[in-house]
């Protein structure tokens, strides 16, 4: 999946919307909605014990919002508990989208600019609009599965590495290349290789992002091209003529993880010198384990950002950014955990 | 003996004692600080924050600096606390673990020193008291169970071993009690002498009340073998009043249906194996990440006696608050009450 970069002043839209149709719904909120230039970013949330009935309720808000915009990307992720309903759910996703459009991951629940939700859960971000370019790669069989840190870590490191400069080595690397999301079956600490690998192909100074699926026992999955896959990793480069600010922040306790949200957003906020598209949050689901209400961590961010910059936030088992913490490698961003990571994108 | 000027003079070294048993033998050792490192309650390799508990029992103020020394090759922040604890006042200090191994024998060497005027060294095992997420089959079968992190306690030279999961519809638990034979339950003679579990889980702000009006905070259950049809009973749940767990109340009106029990013997192992439904547990939310209070008791009425999970916990030796557990009938009590059931415990992802 790859577009050109067609328009530098196109038209651009921002809206997100949440949809929430069981009783069990967390919040609801009007359609925010920023006008811009050539990119068009969209999310949508929805909650449901029924799976199928939570990704049909997110991916039609999404298209609904979305209006003539044929998205290029959906990123989704969801939080259910068995692989028969995670199959659901992407399946109920898949079929709005189409399936080499829709790309994701489990993870342990989500925000968006209009609420929290950490069980039964589906969140979608959608990617379109002629100033943005798209383009994605998966690896598979990486040969991480089953292997453990205290027993295998110089394999697990070599498997990794090799696997993230895999990765890296399949994707087109535009010259207007901003940033690449990265989501992967490699929890924390072992998400620190594969970004190393991914590094030695694009470089220590490039913008990498993203998170890593759950890892409980049976929800490691990955979603590509319409398929569940373990083991493995999948890609995402942002390309055009936008810009992107980054900042990460480590926090373990409830005061710290509310203050570091709003201290992180707030730093991206400061750093981007254009009109913010989106706000997306690589989050710790440790962070989230130490909200005494989950709903606090988000009222932080958008006290940061605003209520208008749609949201895509994500509780994963470890995160790719810029780590706060000491023991930096010497690159822009790296893999750990406890960091929530914000990339505010925007337009010049 | 050593002398208390002795003490205030030169470093106390308190090798293989835990701070529950506090220096209070002579008048000066009751200036030293009572030190308890928290149990680690996610995995280490994961980064957790090692809490250090300094109490100050002296009428004078403690000022110094508290170090810790974790096992080799971890990486901590930061690597000293500067204290200045009021007299009685006592305060948590953290330490943010960057770099560590997880060990299959879950015991973790720590030391921790007080450098003030009456130096301290306090040398403790901590334990990662943790619950993965895993669904296992409630069938008595350990198998199942190689995932979770084990939390073993040695009474009178027999085990107890104490592995725990969460999946989102419950709270799991696999007990391997090592005994010479099984007093099974007899709903027929509730009251004839049986061998038991008990454990009290609660959320992590639950305190134990001291005055019989208090309020329980904590869900409180025992478990028994019973034949083919193994019990759970619930002792007492949260906002109940404390006067409760005085009284040695008839059992079987108390069995909770929808907790799932097998209790399977195995040469000299008796397995107990239990899943209770978080719906039955409103005050919890299990998520990864998320603290709650745990403890557990094992009655071994014909053999040990009572086994406390507490005692491997470095807990102080005044922390035995007299309503923390419900008396039971049938079941052996020694005269000292058990350690309190509000021990910190997690929730933690799958460990692989």
Known sequence: MHALLLSLFAAMTYATVFAAESAREQAKSPSAAVEGDGIVMRTAAAQNEDPAKAGTAAADALKKALGQTRPQLVIMTECYDDKALKEKALSAVVSVFGEKTVVGTANYGSFTQAGTMDRDAVCLLAIGGDGIAVSTAMVEKMGAAGLSMEADKDKLAEKLRAAGAALAEKLPKPADGRMMIVLADAHSPKNQFLIKGIQTVLGKDFPIVGGSACKNAGMNWLYYGGKMHTDGALAVMLAGDFNVALAGRQAQSNDKVIATAREGSAEVAGKLKSKPVALLAFNCAGRLGKLDDPADELKAIKASVGGQIPIFGNYFAGEFGPADTEGKTGALCSGCGWHVMFALLGVK | ?352
Not at chain 2, 115 to 129: L, T
Not at chain 2, 153 to 166: D, E
């Open chain 2, 1 to 352: 003996m050593i002398g208390g000027a002795l003490l205030i003079a030169v470093a106390a070294w308190v090798f293989g004692q835990t701070p529950q048993a506090p220096p209070t033998k002579a008048p000066d050792e009751s200036r030293a600080a009572m030190v308890r490192v928290e149990n680690f309650t996610v995995a280490p390799s994961t980064g957790p924050v090692a809490n250090v508990i300094v109490h100050n029992p002296a009428e004078t103020a403690l000022t110094g600096t508290l170090r810790v020394n974790f096992p080799k090759g971890w990486t901590v922040t930061p690597a000293s606390h500067e204290l200045k604890l009021s007299a009685g006042q006592t305060q948590s200090f953290p330490f943010a673990i960057k770099r560590a191994a997880d060990l299959q024998a879950n015991v973790y060497p720590v030391e921790v020193r007080v450098e003030s005027s009456a130096n301290v060294v306090v040398r403790q095992e901590v334990v990662c008291a943790s619950a993965p997420y895993y669904q296992p089959a409630i069938d008595g079968d350990p198998n199942e169970w190689k995932d979770s992190i084990p939390i073993t306690m040695t009474t009178a030279g027999r085990q107890t071993v104490v592995r725990l999961y969460w999946n989102r519809r419950d709270f799991c638990m696999m007990v391997e009690v090592e005994e010479d034979a099984l007093a099974g339950y007899n709903p027929a003679r509730p009251e004839g002498p049986f061998d038991a579990i008990q454990f009290a889980i609660a959320k992590r702000s639950a305190r134990t009340g001291e005055s019989p009006a208090d309020k329980a905070q904590r869900y409180e259950y025992l478990v028994a073998d019973a034949g083919d049809d193994d019990r759970c009973f619930r002792l007492i749940t949260p906002g109940t009043e404390l006067a409760l767990a005085r009284q040695k109340r008839p059992l079987e009106p108390l069995r909770l249906a929808e907790a799932k029990v097998v209790v399977k013997r195995t040469g000299r192992i008796t397995r107990y194996e239990l899943a209770i439904p978080f719906k039955s547990m409103p005050e919890l939310r299990p998520t990864p990440g998320r603290e709650f209070c745990f403890s557990l008791l094992v009655h071994d009425t014909d053999g040990a006696g009572l086994r406390d999970l507490g005692s491997v916990m470095n807990m102080w030796e005044s922390n035995r608050p007299a309503l923390a557990w419900c008396r039971v009938a049938g079941v052996k009590w020694p005269d000292r009450p058990p350690f309190d059931n509000k021990i910190e415990f997690g929730f933690c992802s799958s460990i692989h």
